[in-house]
C-alpha cells in the first residue's frame, strides 16, 4: 500500500514538473533568442549605416588574402610572396598570417552562401560568428551551472559589452579573428558534455 502511494506521488510530482517545465522552457528560448537577435542586431550597425564596405589597413589586407586565396587555391596561397605588402621589402603571406579567417570566408563563399559576394562574407564573418561565440560562451555557463540564470546573464553581458562588440563589427579585421577562433576554441566543450550526458 505505501509503495502504491509513492508512485502515485512520484507520478503527480512528475506531472506537475512537465506541466511547468513547458512555460519555463517556452520563456527561455524567447529570451535566448531575444539576446541573440539583439547581439546580431547590434553588430550590424556599421553595416546598416554605411553598407558592406571594407575599411581600414588590416580589414583590407586580410580581405585581400581572402581574394586570393579564392582565385588561386590553397597551394598557391601558401607559397605566396606579396611584392605590395611590407613595400619595398614584400612579404611572404601564406606563411607569416593565422589563415582561418581567409579559409573560413572561402568556404562558406564556395558552399553556404554561393549567391554572396566574397567581399559581402568578408564583411558578415565577425558579425555571424559574434554571435555564435555569445551562444557557446552562454552554453558553457549553463553546463558549469546548470541554471539558466548564469546563461542569460552570460548572455546580457557578452551580447552588448563593448570590448567584444568592437572586434565583431562587421569587417573582416585581423581583431575580428577572436569571434571565429573563441567560436571554434569554444565548440568542443558543450558538445563534449552533451554526447557524455548520454553516456
Not at 550590424?44 to 582565385?71: C, K, Q, W
Not at 555557463?141 to 562588440?165: F, G, K, M, P, R
Amino acid at each position: 500500500n505505501s509503495n502504491n502511494n509513492s508512485n502515485k506521488k512520484s507520478s503527480e510530482v512528475a506531472v506537475e514538473y512537465k506541466s511547468w517545465s513547458i512555460p519555463f522552457y517556452t520563456l527561455a528560448s524567447m529570451t535566448l533568442l531575444y539576446f541573440l537577435s539583439s547581439a546580431y542586431n547590434i553588430r550590424m550597425t556599421a553595416i546598416r549605416s554605411v553598407g558592406t564596405v571594407i575599411h581600414e589597413f588590416d580589414p583590407y589586407f586580410n580581405y585581400r588574402a581572402t581574394e586570393y586565396l579564392y582565385y588561386n587555391g590553397i597551394s598557391k596561397f601558401f607559397t605566396w610572396f606579396d611584392h605590395q605588402s611590407w613595400y619595398p621589402l614584400g612579404r611572404p603571406v601564406g606563411t607569416t598570417i593565422y589563415p582561418g579567417m581567409q579559409v573560413t570566408a572561402v568556404f562558406i563563399k564556395n558552399h553556404i552562401m554561393k549567391s554572396m559576394s566574397l567581399n559581402d562574407v568578408c564583411v558578415y564573418i565577425p558579425v555571424w560568428f559574434g554571435v555564435i561565440a555569445s551562444l557557446l560562451v552562454g552554453l558553457i555557463a549553463y553546463e558549469c551551472t546548470l541554471e539558466c540564470n548564469s546563461d542569460s546573464q552570460i548572455l546580457i553581458v557578452l551580447w552588448n559589452i563593448v570590448a567584444d562588440e568592437k572586434n565583431q563589427i562587421g569587417s573582416l579585421s585581423s581583431s575580428s579573428s577572436s569571434s571565429l577562433s573563441s567560436s571554434s576554441f569554444i565548440v568542443p566543450f558543450p558538445c563534449t558534455a552533451f554526447l557524455n550526458s548520454f553516456a
